[in-house]
């Protein structure tokens, strides 16, 4: 089992940048493929990207590839979500999951680990 904590989040103006984290507790944090989530109030939770346990293999969605870059360090046992060229329409609560699983994942109920959420809020 791993426990996930975001952080990084906060108010942006638009074309600025932002670095999410995703801290996990356990020592197995290495084997847990990595997804980032989005989700505004009254709208369904929308994928961003994606990350394999080592790191090799990654996926994003086409409203945030070539601007978002997702990352991992094993040894700090901490994932990342680089944000940049923000837009107002990334404005959301972003949340991080985790599944102990071999690949990438891009739905949501393929992870039965998440953090509690931090909000990005992008000025126009």
């Known amino acids: 089992q791993v426990q996930l904590v975001e952080s990084g989040g906060g108010l942006v103006q638009a074309g600025g940048s932002l670095r999410l984290s995703c801290a996990a507790s356990?020592?197995?944090?290495?084997?847990?493929?990595v997804g980032w989530f989005r989700q505004v109030p009254g709208k369904e939770r929308e994928f961003v990207a994606a990350?394999?346990?080592?790191?090799?293999?990654?996926d994003y969605s086409d409203s945030v590839k070539g601007r978002f870059t997702i990352s991992r360090d094993n040894a700090k046992n901490t994932g990342y979500l680089q944000m940049n060229s923000l837009k107002p329409e990334d404005t959301a609560v972003y949340y991080c999951?985790?599944?102990?699983?071999?690949?990438?994942?891009?739905?949501?109920?393929?992870?039965?680990?998440w953090g509690q959420g931090t909000q990005v809020t992008v000025s126009s």
């Open positions: 999951a985790a599944v102990q699983r071999a690949g990438t994942f891009s739905k949501g109920n393929s992870y039965p680990y």
């Open positions: 990350i394999n346990w080592s790191g090799a293999s990654t």
């Open positions: 356990g020592r197995t944090f290495g084997s847990y493929a």
